[in-house]
């Protein structure tokens, strides 16, 4: 089936004018953020090129290995499209930002668009590749802000307040809930000229968010969707409705974008999750009700203690099997504090518990 850059050979042609802005193109400058533009954007915060611009400027060949996420020769591939065609090509980007720190240990990384309509889109980037990137996803379901949160209600602050205009944000996986939470929690006065929220498979909110009245302000405009198979987009709580949409892949992979199926102007639906996405929504949401707080940050100090083990590992390494790391992370397991083996031992119960209780019911699931 077709995805995004089967959209941008179909329809890179006909400009926003023409055809205007859709949950398609949504995701795709959504994806856009995740190009490591680093090497392009040399002269500070307010640089702005066109599309085209970067495109003349990257060199995917200069980029580090450790930078190349599992997307990255797709991500280059959907650049290549997006300049040549009609309907982004001159699209101005500015205020690209990157950090990542092992320390705080958080990831944040935005970009700044504005399209041929004159409504900007301001994109979160999602997990990269690196384990502490992932981390900070966990670190959602016992902390009110993270610092990535907090990083990004200050971006959308500095960039709304200084342009003028229309706005649409979004973001993909931990993006979407940057662009959620940003949104929320950004100045009032600046948050009346924010149309649109776009997020894809992005984690929820813990209660006290999903409660407050910044998030019920933001609520009526945030656009959600969600593969078949979701894992990352059943985390925590999110009261906006969420679109399922088809995939052409099975299990975790599906949570790429390039993996969504798209027809015409926007995703092919279904009409609720799968069997698995069923269970494992239950089960993790099960798993999650029966845990403190405490209990979430033991239980992610030991699961990331395991994963941090073999030196600055990547996600893509762990997916494809290349790092000879399972035996460095079950040597981990072992070399843990005798209490945070057993919290992950007692967390894997409780997750096995809630799968065998959800398939019992299988209510909901197909």
């Not at 002269?43 to 290995?65: H, K």
């Not at 969707?225 to 299990?251: H, N, R, W, Y």
Request: glycine share 8%; with cysteine; charged share 25%.
């Amino acid at each position: 089936m077709a995805n995004i850059l089967d959209y941008m050979t179909w329809r890179g042609d006909v400009p926003l004018s023409v055809s205007p802005f859709n949950e398609v193109d949504g995701l795709i400058l959504s994806e856009f953020s995740y190009l490591p533009m680093d090497k392009v954007f040399t002269e500070g915060f307010n640089q702005e090129l066109t599309v085209r611009e970067i495109a003349g400027l990257y060199n995917s060949e200069e980029v580090d290995e450790k930078d190349r996420i599992i997307s990255f020769e797709d991500d280059n591939r959907l650049l290549s499209a997006l300049a040549e065609s009609e309907r982004f090509g001159n699209m101005r980007v500015s205020g690209y930002v990157n950090i990542i720190s092992q320390a705080a240990e958080f990831q944040f990384s935005a970009v700044t668009c504005t399209a041929d309509d004159g409504v900007t889109f301001v994109s979160f980037r999602g997990t990269d590749g690196t384990v502490v990137g992932w981390k900070e996803d966990f670190t959602f379901s016992y902390t009110d802000q993270t610092t990535g949160q907090h990083y990004a209600v200050s971006y959308l602050n500095t960039r709304l307040a200084g342009s003028k205009g229309r706005v649409r944000v979004g973001g993909h996986s931990k993006g979407g809930n940057f662009a959620v939470y940003a949104s929320a929690y950004c100045d009032p006065l600046l948050r009346e000229r924010i149309d649109e929220i776009y997020s894809y498979d992005a984690p929820g909110f813990r209660k006290e968010i999903t409660d407050s009245a910044e998030y019920r302000a933001v609520l009526p405009l945030i656009k959600s969707f969600i593969p078949e198979s979701s894992v990352v987009g059943m985390l925590l709580e999110s009261d906006s409705e969420q679109v399922t949409v088809k995939s052409s892949a099975m299990g975790i992979m599906q949570h790429l974008a390039y993996n969504w199926e798209v027809l015409g102007r926007g995703f092919v639906r279904t009409e609720k999750l799968s069997r698995s996405g069923a269970l494992v929504n239950r089960a993790i949401s099960g798993m999650l009700a029966d845990f403190t707080d405490e209990d979430r940050k033991n239980f992610t100090e030991a699961v990331f203690g395991v994963l941090e083990a073999p030196e600055k590992m990547t996600l893509k390494e762990v997916v494809k099997g290349k790092f000879a790391s399972y035996s460095s992370m079950f040597r981990a397991l072992r070399e843990l504090p005798p209490e945070q083996q057993n919290i992950l031992r007692e967390a894997l119960k409780q997750l096995a518990k809630n799968a065998v209780r959800s398939d019992d019911k299988k209510g909901g699931a197909h």
